[in-house]
DNA sequence: TTTTCATAGGTTATACTATAACATTCCAGC
DNA sequence: GCTGGAATGTTATAGTATAACCTATGAAAA
């Protein structure tokens, strides 16, 4: 990851999600805002127990459907995204439109980008149409290595 | 899943694998033999534990390694897929060329189709090289409806 | 031949991920 | 004030995956 101003990243990311959960009526509670703000403190991707044992600490209760409920609802809101591959959950940083999520998750640092992609990518789309399947959600994982990683193999003096 | 000689399935994928397993030099043990033929029986995906029963029932051991061992060389060797969305492994029905599996998963019935892309697509590897990331391998995953599932919906005598 | 090394498999234990089920609280709308 | 739905509290359990250590086998090196 590129160095950037991350206070950026999460107050624009915040205030998208109040200001979309606003707009579609739904409950913003405390536990959902903060578990919100926690898979925000950084682009890597948090496992559900690990968001849960922070929000123990910050007095929302110790038991896992607490992680998994504020989950399950960030992830409707598509606030939030499942990293599959890892069983580990990011904070969309493209909540205001609609897409395919796409990660570059690299093996050796585990360091998780997403990155912008259109909705269904044409092939998939293509294929689906012609098995009559209706697609309504979709994703793509890809691993490999990133830059500061494929530096590091590069390096003769490894 | 569309009416098919499904015996005709199961001989060309095995047959490949024989194939490529022999050209690779690897060691295609019954143990790994027979998973490969388990999963080959239909096109759904199988829990891990679900192949571990069968694999048990057939008398090679109960303890949950041996079905993730055979798992892990079978996907490492490209002739099974793992469906991340289910946690289930589908036995690969393109192992004679490399490429990004995507999958066609319905909600529903839980039904897993396997469509033919090419590898990497253009979108991602454009993301991809823009953030310096080596793409090593990369799945898509869509879910939605099937055909069938999708016709029951519309029935007006649901 | 004996040694060595790598690969596969046996076995036990444990870590990690996720959901079921039911009780309770809270609040908006009637 | 009653009522119904949404959110949360609480306990228990189901499901997924790996660590660690040991044994067997066989082919290559010494
Ligand atoms: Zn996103
Ligand atoms: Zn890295
Ligand atoms: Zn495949
Ligand atoms: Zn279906």
Chains 1, 2 share one sequence.
């Not at 269904?120 to 149409?129: I, N, Q, S, V």
Request: charged share 30%.
């Amino acid at each position: 990851m590129r160095p950037h101003d991350h206070g950026d990243c999460i107050r624009r990311v915040l205030d998208e999600a109040e200001r979309r959960a606003a707009e579609d009526r739904v409950n913003f509670t405390p536990v959902r805002r903060h578990a919100l703000e926690i898979l925000l403190e950084s682009h890597a991707a948090m496992p559900a127990y690990g968001l849960l044992k922070r929000l123990d600490a910050d007095g929302f209760g110790s038991q896992p459907p607490v992680a998994y409920r504020a989950l399950d609802f960030l992830i409707e809101q598509g606030f939030v995204h499942k990293v599959e591959r890892l069983n580990a959950f990011v904070a969309c940083m493209y909540p205001h439109e609609t897409h395919t999520p796409a990660f570059l998750i690299c093996r050796n640092c585990r360091s998780v980008a997403e990155t912008c992609v259109a909705p269904t990518p044409a092939a998939l789309l293509r294929e689906a149409r012609a098995a009559g399947f209706a697609i309504e959600r979709s994703m793509m994982e890809a691993e490999g290595l990133c830059r500061d990683c494929a530096r590091e193999e590069d390096a003769p003096c490894d």
